[in-house]
């Protein structure tokens, strides 16, 4: 439920701004509870930045749930590591089933560090054979190729989701040829309401495709593979590179210049994301996890190691072995 409120808390104005996405100091976070006091302490000031708007709060957590998957790894004796491992790939396999995705990869995010190869290489025992295969499909699964394609697949494709209307259902869904019902539509059978389609997004989905914010704003139409320039004194744009290519036109009116053109495609693209982004908070709304305060107040306190502790951690096993 963490992740669905930071989630849904994420502003796109900041998603599309490079100025609010800040440094990756801004988002190593090791202390979540010292990280929240913080914030609440630098909002009462006012001093509101790129250290306490939403997009670092997401990124923040999700660097603590990886950097916390690989230290409780690397201090855990080496004869039970791989029983810590084996319990946290079912973890992300659980977080797969109750689509947590933004879980799931942060999980993943820390299976997957260089500080995991080097403790596994201290254990006693090997990962279970069920787990590795869980895990090198769930790899391939959150692989960040093409922008993190088969998670953005699998959101685009629970929010064009059409609920089941009343008992019916489709034939070619299951039952009557023996194979068995989704859950969706057993729930229907059963007269009980299906639950509506819903998923936690992972961010990085987002983020990944903002590689269009590299395109230009502006665009000369004399020279589009040219930058266009801005006269610092007058704050006014600087001519076109070639306006003799418009010389066989009418002039324009005295008071009126050339001036570059805006870059709709760009705009465009960006439009695309925020409605994914909108579309993927309104799958997160729906979301509802039965909750156990117990475990809960557990995760508002999670803890990671810095690189320093890391390194004394492994060498001290390593001495032990």
């Not at 796109?12 to 490079?18: G, I, K, Y």
């Not at 279970?128 to 959101?155: C, M, P, Y």
Request: proline content about 6%; charged content about 20%.
């Amino acid at each position: 439920m963490i992740d669905r409120e930071l989630f849904l808390n994420l502003n796109f104005e900041e998603l599309v701004s490079p100025q609010s996405i800040g440094t990756a100091a801004d988002a190593n976070i090791l202390d979540w509870g010292q990280f929240l006091r913080e914030r609440a302490r630098l909002k009462a000031e006012g001093r509101s930045g790129q250290s306490t708007n939403g997009l670092t709060v997401v990124r923040g957590r999700f660097n603590l749930i990886a950097n916390f998957v690989l230290s409780e790894i690397v201090l855990t004796h080496p004869s039970e590591r791989a029983m810590v491992i084996n319990k946290f790939i079912r973890l992300a396999w659980k977080a797969y089933l109750l689509k947590n995705f933004n879980a799931l990869v942060a999980i993943i995010a820390g299976l997957q560090s260089e500080w995991v190869s080097k403790a596994k290489r201290q254990a006693f025992n090997k990962v279970g054979t069920w787990e590795n295969r869980v895990l090198a499909d769930l790899i391939a699964w959150t692989s960040n190729e093409a922008d993190f394609k088969h998670i953005r697949q699998t959101v685009e494709a629970l929010v064009d989701a059409k609920p089941i209307i009343g008992g019916t259902q489709d034939s070619s869904i299951g039952g009557g040829d023996g194979q068995p019902l989704t859950a969706r539509s057993r729930a229907a059978s059963e007269g009980r309401p299906p639950s509506p389609p819903s998923c936690v997004p992972f961010f990085g989905v987002y983020l990944a495709q903002l590689h269009y914010s590299n395109l230009p704003d502006l665009i000369d139409p004399t020279a589009p593979h040219e930058p266009v320039g801005v006269d610092p004194e007058s704050n006014t744009f600087e001519s076109l590179a070639h306006p003799e290519v418009f010389s066989t036109l009418a002039p324009l009116p005295s008071p009126m210049q050339l001036e570059p053109l805006i870059n709709v495609h760009k705009q465009r693209l960006i439009a695309g994301i925020i409605k994914s982004l909108v579309a993927g908070q309104h799958l997160a709304s729906k979301v509802q996890f039965p909750l156990d305060k117990k475990i809960y107040q557990k995760c508002l306190k999670l803890r990671g190691l810095d690189t320093d502790t890391l390194e004394r951690a492994l060498a001290l096993y390593s001495d032990r072995k």
